[in-house]
């Protein structure tokens, strides 16, 4: 259902509201936002995996009704299962972007947000929450 044309300047004016108080913020959500809608599905990728799998299926299978004649049908088999795990990775992964890594502000003084983990994200949430009701 569409927007009607109240909320839609509604929206506009709550997004020019966001960029003016907390740019950064406004920037990684768009940065976000452009990171999942970026390569996809791709079935170029799908078909080359799927084949893949079914080559390490047929030489799993041939290795298994040959295993009574010696000990290379048990290597075969071992990297026709190989080739079905690495097919099916490569089937249902999503391509990566050249040159696309998220680069991540550090903070610039010695403050406890530049900590790494949960705890540091809690602490720039609430250093970003303190500045706010001071006014910055």
Not at 5 to 14: G, R, S
């Amino acid at each position: 259902m569409p927007l009607s044309d109240h909320e839609q300047q509604l929206l506009d004016q709550l997004e020019k509201q966001l960029r003016s108080e907390d740019p950064r913020f406004a920037r990684n959500i768009s940065e976000t936002q452009a990171a999942a809608n970026g390569p996809g599905f791709s079935a170029k990728r799908f078909v080359v995996g799927i084949l893949l799998t079914l080559a390490g299926l047929v030489a799993t299978i041939f290795a298994i009704s040959m295993v009574n004649s010696g000990a290379w049908w048990i290597v075969l088999g071992v990297v026709g299962f190989g080739l079905m795990v690495v097919g099916m990775y490569w089937a249902f992964s999503r391509p990566r972007q050249i040159g696309d890594k998220t680069k991540r502000a550090q903070p610039s003084n010695g403050s406890k947000s530049a900590e790494k983990g949960p705890s540091g994200f809690m602490n720039r949430i609430e250093d970003r929450w303190e500045k706010r009701q001071r006014g910055e």
